[in-house]
């Protein structure tokens, strides 16, 4: 269990037809009473927002901040489809609600898949009784599942709200179009901690803006990205702190998940700037880097090549002085003062090859920092991108 580890949440994965493997590809999260309870969500500041988007953003703002279910389909995002595509939208969350016996507005609906097709509204709606039938609390293995779109494992996570016996569970989606803010992701969050809708958001966003939003892959920005999270409140009233510390963690853990299982990647690199003139001015340089196709080459090529990043820095717009920056590969320096260092080579070879790497850009001018979660560039990143896959 994840996403149903929360006390008073059901959930169900099915295929329906969208895609042409016979994949699973349609995923519900609801209440197991039917009724609504706290929600609140994040979504991609993208202007060609889609239709999911705005419907689901609508339906938060009519309610309040309540909602009764999510209901989600992968191979298909439901993004510039216009009008049909927010009619279509509409359509998922009343067949759903006409199952679970909530009001339309009530749900909130997610896509993911390939942008500029319409959505096969026919086939999802005749999959949603079949949906709502398999729906049950040890249903959340199949939701995640029914959501992956070139992810290679479904993502899920559950974390306890300090000693208090509440949890947070989650599942997420995203493996490409990875950059803040937020990622080509969907994620829902439970929780059975008892919370207002205010309180939430406030905690929701907080979690987003130090996960999700510093997952960086490709620099490019989805139009569907969503995180959701509902409050069953079963579990009763929990100090704000804890909760909100294990909102934060799930995001964070579902984060990494993404930036490991990123199209055709062989590292998950985090990157930290530090010493900048502000946190903006680190974050602006760490982004810079994070984009940089010739710093994600080096990385794949297992290359500290620690003048790429360098001139990225240079580059950013921020206050630098090239005399003042050293870098480190994996804690090991091999530059200082803007200049290469004696070093071991074969401990920074040893470093480059892991899996896993850490980056730390020091600029030398103040206490701002930053930090972004990003992955190399390889071969298999183009060939799965190529011919609109």
Request: glycine share 10%; charged share 20%; hydrophobic share 45%.
């Amino acid at each position: 269990m994840s996403v149903t580890a929360a006390k008073g949440f059901v959930a169900a994965g099915v295929a329906c037809g969208i895609k042409a493997s016979g994949d699973p590809d349609l995923s519900l999260v609801a209440t197991a009473s039917g009724r609504p309870v706290e929600a609140a969500a994040v979504f991609t500041d993208n202007k060609m927002t889609a239709a999911p988007v705005l419907t689901s953003d609508e339906h938060l703002r009519r309610t309040g901040g309540h909602a009764a279910a999510v209901i989600l389909n992968s191979g298909n995002a439901n993004a510039a489809t216009g009008a049909p595509g927010r009619r279509d939208a509409q359509a998922m969350c009343a067949a759903t609600a006409a199952e679970l016996g909530c009001e339309p507005h009530e749900v909130l609906v997610c896509s993911t898949g390939l942008i500029g097709i319409p959505l096969p509204i026919d086939v999802i709606l005749a999959g949603v009784p079949a949906l709502a039938a398999a729906r049950t609390p040890q249903g959340g293995d199949a939701a995640a599942e029914a959501i992956r779109t070139t992810d290679t494992y479904r993502k899920e996570v559950v974390v306890p709200v300090g000693g208090t016996g509440a949890v947070v569970g989650g599942m997420a989606k995203g493996a490409a179009m990875l950059a803040p803010n937020m990622a080509t992701m969907l994620a829902v969050l439970t929780t059975d901690a008892e919370v207002a809708s205010a309180d939430l958001r406030r905690m929701l966003r907080a979690g987003v803006s130090t996960s999700f939003n510093v997952l960086m892959t490709d620099a490019c920005r989805s139009t569907n990205d969503t995180v959701i999270i509902l409050a069953s409140g079963e579990a009763g009233p929990v100090p704000d702190d804890d909760l909100a510390a294990a909102i934060g963690e799930a995001c964070a853990q579902l984060a990494f998940q993404m930036a490991s299982d990123a199209e055709g990647a062989t590292k998950v690199v985090k990157l930290t700037v530090k010493g900048a003139a502000s946190d903006a001015d680190a974050d602006a340089g760490a982004r810079a880097i994070a984009r940089s196709a010739l710093c994600k080459c080096s990385w794949f090529g297992q290359d500290p090549y620690w003048g790429r990043l360098a001139s990225e820095l240079g580059s950013a717009g921020i206050a630098f002085d090239q005399e003042r920056v050293s870098v480190c590969y994996g804690g090991i320096r091999v530059a200082d003062g803007g200049v290469s260092i004696p070093h071991d080579e074969a401990a920074v070879a040893a470093v480059m090859a892991e899996r896993h790497l850490e980056i730390d850009c020091d600029l030398g001018l103040g206490d701002g920092t930053a930090l972004i979660l990003t992955n190399d560039l390889t071969h298999e990143y183009i060939d799965e991108n190529t011919g609109g896959s």
